[in-house]
Each structure stands twice: as C-alpha cells, then as structure tokens.
C-alpha cells in the first residue's frame, strides 16, 4: 500500500501523487484502476466510450500504463477501490484518537509510518497472504521507471480563460490572446514569471504580480477582439469552445526520455 494526503484533488496535485508512488514502488503497473473522479475522465461519447482527461491520457502514455475506469454500481471494480480507502480510514485515521497532527506534513508521516509497521504486515483479506511477502512475488512484474525524469506538466495548474481573456492565478489576474478566452490552459511560476501554455504551446508570459488582486495585461493580447453587446449590456468576446489540447508525440519520444535523451 502507498497513501498520501493533499488539500486538493487537481489534476496537477494527482499526477504527482502518481509518480511519487510510482517511484516508491520501483515501477509502473501495466493497468490501474480508478475510481470515476472527474479529474481523469470529462464524460463519455456517442458509443459509450470513455472521454479521458487529455492530459491524464498523455500522462498514462508517458508512463505506459493502461487506465481503466470503474463501472457505476458494479461492486467487483469499484469496491477493490472503496475497500481501500474505507480501511485506511477506520484503522489510520480514527487511531489518531482525537491527535491532531501539526500540518500535512506531519500527517503524511504519520501516515507512512502506519502504513509500514501496520497496513504492510497485515494478512490481506483476498489473497489471504502478508502483504509484504505478496509484494515481493508481485512487484518483479512492474515496468521498470528507469531513471525517467517528471512528466511535464506535474508542477502546473490548470485554469479555464474567462471570457474577457484573462487568466486568474494566486489571487491577480493575467492577459492571454483573447483566442484562448472560454479555454483550459495550463499555469506555472517559473523564474519569478508566470507562464500560460495551451497544450505544448507557450501563449503568454508575464512578471509575476508584486501582490494579490493586480490585473497584468499584454495589450497585444486584446488586439482585434470580436465584441458583441449581451441583453445586459456588458461587452463579451465571441468564442468557440474546443477540446484542451495535448502536445502529440511519438512513442520513440518516450523511448528517448526513458534512455535519457531528454526529448520534450
């Protein structure tokens, strides 16, 4: 078992959760099985197929595992998920017994301490083995991590462009091309700017605001805007949505990040 605390469940926060289990673990598993959190999955199309996140399956490439989502109500898939959780909470935290841990930290390390001098040696329920005996035959099946180096967009968070083409981002806001308003995109502070990308691509980048609640804007940005006058009379930018968009890249792009050629 590997667990770990957050404050959040964006996506950014769940990519790195990932790869620090898959680094805690040796390897990545050929499948893994989630529960149906809208954080990987937007919905499902015509022919019943499952909508992924783009970037989550990009995510899943890159580290070359095949997810799989649980059926609704179908307690042979989604149970194996909620069995976990429901024994993490009974035994973990209702053992704190009224102790407040001082921050996530704290929690986390309490957390992983439980996790191997309890939940690791115990007789597992279905396999009706110790846990850690089991992991030792299981573990020589993983896809080895190889020295891999972070996906991409683990740091970023994303952000939907509101409609007067601005971003918000810890508390200011900051100006995109108006083409993106109505857009997910995707933000990161990095050397003290703050930098916008849609997909692969970088579409703005600003100096970071010196307090909250600035409006940072490039008035090349705004050049050419579309209007038009809603019944209310504010002023809005016609837009199209579109699907987020992923930078496409070949599996021998990741057969060179995996031998350390350090491809993007």
């Known amino acids: 078992m590997?667990?770990?605390?957050?404050?959040?469940?964006?996506?950014?926060?769940?990519?790195?959760?990932?790869?620090?289990?898959?680094?805690e673990m040796g390897g990545v598993p050929e499948e893994i099985l989630y529960d149906r959190m809208k954080t990987i999955w937007t919905g499902t199309d015509e022919r019943g197929e499952i909508i992924w996140n783009a970037v989550f399956l990009d995510f899943a490439r890159y580290w070359g595992f095949r997810p799989r989502l649980c059926r609704p109500y179908r307690a042979q898939t989604k149970g194996k998920i909620e069995s976990g959780v429901k024994y993490v909470r009974r035994n973990f935290l209702?053992?704190?017994?009224?102790?407040?841990?001082?921050?996530?930290?704290?929690?986390?390390?309490?957390?992983?301490?439980?996790i191997s001098e309890v939940a690791n040696q115990r007789v597992h329920g279905t396999t009706h083995e110790q846990v850690l005996i089991r992991w030792d035959e299981d573990r020589v099946n993983l896809?080895?991590?190889?020295?891999?180096?972070?996906y991409p967009y683990c740091d970023d968070e994303q952000r939907k462009v509101a409609r007067d083409a601005y971003?918000?981002?810890?508390?200011?806001?900051?100006?995109?091309?108006?083409?993106?308003?109505?857009?997910?995109?995707?933000?990161?502070?990095?050397?003290?700017?703050?930098?916008?990308?849609?997909?692969?691509?970088?579409?703005?980048?600003?100096?970071?605001?010196?307090?909250?609640?600035?409006?940072?804007?490039?008035?090349?940005?705004?050049?050419?805007?579309?209007?038009?006058?809603?019944?209310?009379?504010?002023?809005?930018?016609?837009?199209?949505?579109?699907?987020?968009v992923v930078?496409?890249?070949p599996l021998e792009a990741y057969e060179s990040l995996a031998m350390g050629g350090g491809a993007r």
């Not at 590997?2 to 990932?18: C, D, F, S």
């Not at 896809?143 to 972070?150: A, D, E, T």
């Not at 091309?177 to 995707?186: C, I, N, R, T």
Request: proline share 5%; glycine share 12%; charged share 20%.
């Open 2 to 23: 590997m667990a770990e605390a957050a404050r959040n469940q964006k996506l950014g926060t769940l990519l790195r959760m990932h790869e620090a289990a898959f680094q």
């Open 94 to 114: 209702c053992g704190l017994q009224g102790r407040e841990p001082g921050s996530l930290g704290d929690l986390n390390a309490e957390l992983r301490c439980w």
């Open 143 to 150: 896809q080895p991590v190889n020295g891999r180096p972070s």
């Open 167 to 244: 971003v918000s981002w810890q508390g200011s806001r900051y100006s995109v091309p108006w083409q993106y308003a109505g857009k997910e995109v995707w933000v990161r502070v990095q050397g003290g700017d703050v930098e916008v990308r849609y997909g692969a691509e970088r579409i703005a980048l600003h100096a970071q605001a010196a307090k909250r609640h600035q409006i940072v804007t490039q008035s090349e940005h705004h050049q050419g805007i579309p209007l038009g006058a809603a019944r209310t009379g504010k002023t809005l930018i016609h837009i199209q949505q579109g699907a987020p």
């Open 247 to 249: 930078e496409q890249r």
